[in-house]
T-cell receptor
Framework: AQRVTQPEKLLSVFKGAPVELKCNYSYSGSPELFWYVQYSRQRLQLLLRHISRESIKGFTADLNKGETSFHLKKPFAQEEDSAMYYC??????????????FGQGTILTVHP | KAGVTQTPRYLIKTRGQQVTLSCSPI?????VSWYQQTPGQGLQFLFEYFSETQRNKGNFPGRFSGRQFSNSRSEMNVSTLELGDSALYLC?????????????FGPGTRLTVL
């Protein structure tokens, strides 16, 4: 079974402070991990994925298979980063067609 | 490029009725996935269709069904509605449904069952 846990429902930081959104997963196979974001009154959209090893809007995430974690980090938070963030998992073997397993989400608020 | 569209945006039904929701993917996308979002369970995968074939299915009862047409538009149907079916139903489209493809989400259909 696949499970994604985001332990923080709410996270508040001040502008310019570092931010880390936690994501832990449980999966017996080979996982591929994603972060999705939903800004106010917008659709759910992909922020970044592990397979691309890219940095988007200053965010990075490292897959730690030993700790089964995929935490999202940004060194200096901006007010426009305020949003709901979802960590998601799929099977890296390619047989989980279109299936993403989501965590419960973390609401990030960046105060001025 | 137009995004994923879902119709209707809001629906109110009563218990025992059935409902059909529609999703039009981004042009050229052939994979459509459906998700149910509730405050208690979060986002849960319902099923995925590609070229009119269901390739993947989540853990939902048989009352939840779907189909895809030759133009890649997809519909999902819920029969014998229960109060617990009240949720936001999201669809997402991608080129092939493989992990290298980005899934693009629609705005959702808000279903309320009274």
């Amino acid at each position: 079974a696949q499970r994604v846990t985001q332990p923080e429902k709410l996270l508040s930081v001040f502008k310019g402070a570092p931010v880390e959104l936690k994501c832990n997963y449980s999966y017996s196979g080979s996982p591929e991990l994603f972060w999705y974001v939903q800004y106010s009154r917008q659709r759910l959209q992909l922020l970044l994925r592990h397979i691309s090893r890219e940095s988007i809007k200053g965010f990075t995430a490292d897959l730690n298979k030993g700790e089964t974690s995929f935490h999202l980090k940004k060194p200096f938070a901006q007010e426009e980063d305020s949003a709901m963030y979802y960590c998601a998992l799929t099977d890296a073997g390619g047989t989980s067609y279109g299936k993403l397993t989501f965590g419960q989400g973390t609401i990030l608020t960046v105060h001025p | 490029k137009a995004g994923v569209t879902q119709t209707p945006r809001y629906l109110i039904k009563t218990r025992g009725q059935q409902v059909t929701l529609s999703c039009s993917p981004i042009s050229g996308h052939r994979s459509v996935s459906w998700y149910q979002q509730t405050p208690g369970q979060g986002l849960q995968f319902l099923f995925e269709y590609f070229s009119e074939t269901q390739r993947n299915k989540g853990n939902f009862p048989g009352r939840f069904s779907g189909r895809q047409f030759s133009n890649s538009r997809s519909e999902m149907n819920v029969s014998t509605l229960e109060l617990g079916d009240s949720a936001l139903y999201l669809c997402a489209s991608s080129s092939t449904g493989f992990i290298t493809d980005t899934q693009y989400f629609g705005p959702g259909t808000r279903l309320t069952v009274l």
